[in-house]
Nanobody, 122 residues
Framework: QVQLVESGGGLVEAGGSLRLSCAAS????????MAWFRQTPGKERAFVAV????????LYAEAVKGRFTISRDNTKNKVYLQMNRLKPEDTAIYYC???????????????WGQGTQVTVSS
């Protein structure tokens, strides 16, 4: 039912910026909670940011607070992650996901995109 496609990843130097996008299907997009997670090989998928359907509730992981901004445009069925002041430890595959309620736990999300690679060099 729900299809998610991430884009915008790439290679960037430490201190630089990237803007990730996630295109979602469905005419009920505005009802879905959308989140970004990231994963490095050998490690568990980690929460990054989440935004409610109407953007009234937004949460960030402590590691990215003050540097990353999540937003959405319900007219375009898209969610974004603006990443500033990137650090090498931000290197990971970034995934967007959807759920019915705001949560920071990976198991709360049922639909996932294929991911986009972000690599931050020193």
């Amino acid at each position: 039912q729900v299809q998610l496609v991430e884009s915008g990843g790439g290679l960037v130097e430490a201190g630089g910026s990237l803007r990730l996008s996630c295109a979602a299907s469905g005419r009920t997009f505005s009802n879905y909670v959308m989140a970004w997670f990231r994963q490095t090989p050998g490690k568990e998928r980690a929460f990054v940011a989440v935004i409610s359907g109407g953007s009234s509730t937004i949460l960030y992981a402590e590691a990215v607070k003050g540097r990353f901004t999540i937003s959405r445009d319900n007219t375009k069925n898209k969610v974004y992650l603006q990443m500033n002041r990137l650090k090498p430890e931000d290197t990971a595959i970034y995934y967007c996901a959807t759920a019915w309620v705001v949560r920071t736990t990976e198991f709360s999300y049922n639909y996932w995109g294929q991911g986009t690679q972000v690599t931050v060099s020193s």
